[in-house]
């Protein structure tokens, strides 16, 4: 046994006698005093058990000596407790009252552990200086003078972690503690804009991880506060000008504002003015200016002299940063875009030699787990490509794909990088013969898609991350199709199987969580009750979803109420749904279905999914005998948005008022692209499903369902054919109309959704909802809809114990003696309470956000019925809704026509089994005469209504309109069936 083994064993012994048998006696004696004094000297660096023997030994003699006797003692339990302090020695084994004092001395220590890891790309010394900060906030007094300092510097280390380690947990930890830090901060106090340039920089962080706006606008509010709370002069003045330029160039980069871009500029040209040359963050300023000038460029606002200037910066910031600094990579990475942009521009090799080899430089001098890596590598493919382009060498085409999928394979990395890295590499790899991996890659990347938009985030955030990938399932499908490696049964069965995960993604979520719940609240009710109210919680659309007139209240910093963390409640969610899972009789609860669960979906007729890309594009058919696939090589991307084009212009010129317009000419050219339509996609479908011809007399009609998906689902599938009239020969033969039922579903787990099995029974009687707004507050009075109080009149008189909600009409004279106004809470009141729900109203697609496409009701203009304000909204006795308006099945943002966001979809979701929607605008005295034929073919002479033939009904519907007006199909064909 060693001389040090000995003595800590003799200490121990005394020590454990005064702590368990409260006897300090063996502590006092001469000879503990020599034997701890003989230990430390022969303590090493690494010695954390000796010193704690050593430091509780001496706190429990300062305890027991009295006062004036004990300094020494005390200096000492200092001393060794607090280098277990900063070693991670466990709180329970220190002294509690000691532990403010350990927290206090071991300041310094944790500073210069700071100042290093801001320049260091050691994980684990990065993540020692984290834990250390985070003990010292835990026991420092909140009333301590330094507090809120520990406070600012703990959230500076775990944005440095993050960086490192790219844990969420780390970036939410800093936002938290520097919303904390700024409101404990005086508003006047010197430290204040320093704090709140940390808080906007995390929040910025965020922002590009997740893509959470309200993170963004936090981030210019903290950035813009942290400069006007610094005098000119002030050396962090230049940080927090960087800082604010780099945040609205981000915002710019996502809403295109030239204003956010300008003061972009304008900050990152001040940020380097005032700085000195040999400024050690001088080269961070440079980039951030790089960045902004480049971004003025490509809008074409800027000019060649912005693009010089970009150049310049970036290479200066290269130039001032040593190669082992922990953003030198960063500025490499920037400057390797900047000379793929320029060479695009001049054409000059040696450009796109610079931006490879800068690419390259960025990437090796990162370690392969950092987050950024993926960024880097992404970006290292991107110059290859180019090059390859110009080259057509296999070397480049080869390590570009490697670049883009070990930039996939850095998990810690954003998903929405890894997800455009795989598809990149994917359509690379789609030049070459081998479709096999190509096929595997974008599979790969369809796969992560939930995880760019995952439920936790606001619809908004959601919407603007899927339009970033607008067509990847599709172009996954396309791919699998064209794998060589595989039969023809499973490369249909694959590629369905990628539009069902890549389609609809946020429809999907919703639908995934609203299961049967009866047999787990019968057999786990605690379990059923939390799954409920987390997913009431997400369900709950957050303000940024709601679309309103009114003004917003002054942005703050601090929320006003505790935040409900959506990713927090989302994570608990899912942690649930695995527990659940693992249930006995649970292993599919609120699972999407397999391939067995999908064919069930055609039990009552086939359903249809469209595939239109630049590869292929095909019908997929799913019948109760299997999946085929039908290919469609005249359904091009370009004929399709031709068409798409050319229709919509000839509906608008089909209600052109004008006296020298030709409305028999634009029905002519909706009939030609009905027509063209009908060659190219509805006919060889259901040529190849059998359904050759009409059925004979008698016979039953069939059904068919269509998911069009993208672009093709701005056009009527029902309404395809080659219509003319009825006395021309084959007038029957070659149209929708003539040979099936035709409803519509985004996908086929959104079918099975409107099938599912409802949790109460329906009610003993069948009552219905009839709304209408004939006139409409803030619109111009030739936007009424005189035809509105025709039509809820004769539905009042049809349909089972209505119940009306009408906007009188000063037009007609009619519905004076209403007093139920149709707002949106009364709407919503009587939702749940109704199987049917009839509105006669004007409808609106809004142009670039779906969400917020609405019915207008009578408070539409402060508190809209929208798509998103449905949301919450979750029915078990609603059979059928009829929106008798305009558009309300047309989505407009074109990079967003896969996730089917319309009211259409939006009343599926809310539980109506049957939905009647429009895809263009209707006529309201139509529209009327459609609503009352409609629910002639429902109802029977004592008013009993079969919601199941709805599809039927409105096929019977069109079809008399049609006879009438053979050659206006603009008229009866708008609108469509959705759900079973």
């Not at 090796?364 to 080259?391: C, E, I, K, W």
């Not at 979906?601 to 095909?618: I, K, M």
């Amino acid at each position: 046994m060693t001389e040090r083994e000995e003595l800590l064993g003799r200490l121990q012994v005394r020590l454990r006698r005064a702590e368990e048998l409260q006897d300090v006696s063996p502590l006092l004696e001469p000879a503990a005093l020599e034997e701890s004094g003989r230990l430390a000297s022969l303590l090493d660096d690494q010695d954390i058990k000796a010193r704690l023997v050593l430091g509780r030994l001496h706190w429990h003699r300062y305890l027991a000596l009295p006062e004036g006797q004990d300094e020494d003692d005390l200096a000492t339990a200092e001393e060794m407790l607090g280098f277990c302090f900063l070693h991670d020695a466990p709180d329970e084994v220190l002294p509690e009252r000691l532990l403010p004092l350990l927290a206090d001395h071991a300041v310094p220590t944790a500073l210069t552990m700071l100042e290093r890891a801001l320049d260091s790309a050691d994980a684990a010394a990065i993540t020692a200086t984290t834990r250390i900060w985070q003990r010292i906030v835990r026991h420092t007094p909140t009333d301590h003078p330094h507090h809120v300092v520990y406070l600012g510097n703990l959230g500076v280390a775990l944005q440095v972690k993050f960086g490192r380690s790219g844990a969420s947990t780390d970036l939410d930890e800093a936002i938290r503690i520097g919303r904390r830090t700024v409101e404990a901060t005086p508003t006047d106090h010197p430290r204040r804009a320093g704090y709140l340039g940390n808080l906007g920089a995390a929040l910025q962080t965020r922002f590009h991880r997740h893509g959470i706006a309200t993170d963004l606008d936090d981030a210019i509010l903290a950035s813009r506060q942290a400069v006007e709370a610094t005098p000119t002069g002030h050396p962090d003045r230049a940080k927090h000008l960087s800082n604010l330029g780099a945040a609205l160039q981000t915002r710019f980069a996502r809403y295109g504002t030239a204003a956010d871009l300008n003061e972009a500029v304008k900050a990152g040209r001040q940020a380097v003015e005032a700085t000195f040359t040999d400024h050690p963050k001088r080269a961070t300023y440079l980039s951030n200016l790089g960045g902004a000038l480049t971004s003025r460029y490509l809008t074409g606002s800027g000019s060649a002299t912005d693009l010089n200037e970009a150049s310049e910066a970036l290479q200066r910031a290269v130039r001032a940063t040593p190669g082992d600094h922990p953003d030198h990579a960063l500025y490499q990475s920037n400057l390797a875009n900047l000379l793929g942009l320029r060479y695009a521009e001049s054409h000059a090799l040696t450009d796109l030699e610079g931006a490879v080899e800068a690419g390259r430089r960025a990437v090796r001098a990162t370690p392969d787990d950092q987050p950024d890596q993926a960024v880097y590598r992404r970006n290292l493919g991107t110059a290859l490509y180019n090059r390859f382009l110009t080259s057509r060498t296999v070397a480049d085409r080869k390590e570009a794909v490697e670049a883009l999928v070990a930039a996939a394979e850095v998990e810690s990395a954003a998903p929405s990088v890894r997800v455009t890295a795989l598809r990149a590499a994917g359509a690379l790899v789609a030049t070459t013969p081998d479709r096999k991996r190509a096929a595997e890659l974008l599979e790969r990347a369809v796969r992560l898609l939930p995880e760019v938009a995952p439920r936790g985030l606001d619809r908004p955030d959601q919407q603007v991350l899927l339009s970033e990938l607008a067509g990847l399932a599709g172009d996954a499908a396309a791919l699998a199709l064209a794998d060589p490696s595989a039969t023809e049964d499973d490369r249909a069965r694959r590629a369905l199987a990628l539009l069902e995960s890549g389609r609809a993604l946020l429809l999907a979520q919703v639908m995934e969580v609203r299961d049967d719940l009866t047999d787990l609240r019968a057999r786990h009710p605690d379990l059923a009750r939390r799954f409920t109210e987390l997913r009431d919680l997400l369900d709950r659309p957050t303000p940024s979803a709601l679309w309103s007139g009114k003004a917003d209240a002054a942005p703050s910093l601090i929320p006003s109420q505790p935040e409900q963390d959506r990713r927090q409640v989302a994570a608990e969610l899912r942690a649930l749904l695995t527990r659940i899972r693992r249930l006995e009789g649970f292993a599919s609860f609120a699972a999407p279905p397999a391939e067995e669960g999908l064919r069930k979906q055609a039990w009552n007729g086939p359903v249809v999914t469209f595939n239109v890309t630049e590869y292929r594009s095909d019908a997929l058919l799913l019948t109760e005998e299997g999946i085929t696939a039908v290919g469609l090589p005249g359904l091009t991307p370009d004929a399709v948005i031709d068409r798409v084009s050319a229709f919509h212009q000839a509906l608008k010129d089909s209600t052109d008022s004008h006296p020298d317009a030709n409305r028999g000419a634009a029905q002519q050219r909706v009939r030609e692209v009905l027509a063209w339509l009908w060659d190219t996609a509805v006919g060889p479908v259901l040529d190849a499903l059998g359904f050759d011809g009409p059925p004979a007399d008698g016979q039953a009609w069939p059904r068919v369902w269509w998911a069009p998906g993208g672009l093709l689902s701005l056009l009527p599938l029902h309404a395809a054919g080659h219509h003319t009239r009825p006395d021309d020969a084959g007038y029957r033969t070659r149209t929708a109309l003539d040979r099936v039922v035709s409803s519509y579903t985004p996908t086929i787990t959104a079918l099975k959704y409107a099938r599912r099995p409802r949790t109460q029974p329906p009610p003993a009687q069948a009552r219905a909802l009839v709304v209408a707004m004939p006139s409409m507050p803030g619109l111009h009075h030739r936007d009424r809809l005189p035809e509105a109080t025709r039509e809820a009149t004769q539905l009042m008189a049809r349909l089972p114990h209505p119940v009306l909600l009408a906007e009188p009409d000063p037009g007609t004279g009619g519905f004076h003696t209403s007093d139920r106004m149709p707002t949106r809470s009364a709407v919503f009141a009587r939702l749940a309470e109704v199987t049917i729900a009839h509105f006669a109203c004007h409808g609106s697609s809004h142009p670039t956000d779906p969400s917020r496409s609405m019915l207008l009701l009578h408070d539409w203009q402060d508190a809209p019925l929208t798509v998103a304000s449905l949301a919450p909204v979750n029915l078990d006795h609603a059979r059928l809704a009829y929106l008798s308006a305009c558009s309300t099945t047309l989505a407009r943002n074109q990079d967003l026509l896969d996730e089917s966001i319309h009211l259409t979809a939006a009343f599926l979701l809310a539980g109506f089994a049957h939905v009647i929607g429009t895809l263009w605008e209707i006529d309201d005295g139509y529209a009327a005469d459609i609503a009352d034929t409609f629910y002639s073919h429902l109802t029977d002479s004592t008013k009993e209504v079969d919601t199941e033939r709805a599809a039927h009904a409105l096929h019977a519907t069109v079809r008399d309109l049609r006879r009438q007006l053979p050659l206006a199909p603009s008229v009866w064909g708008a609108h469509l069936h959705a759900g079973t």
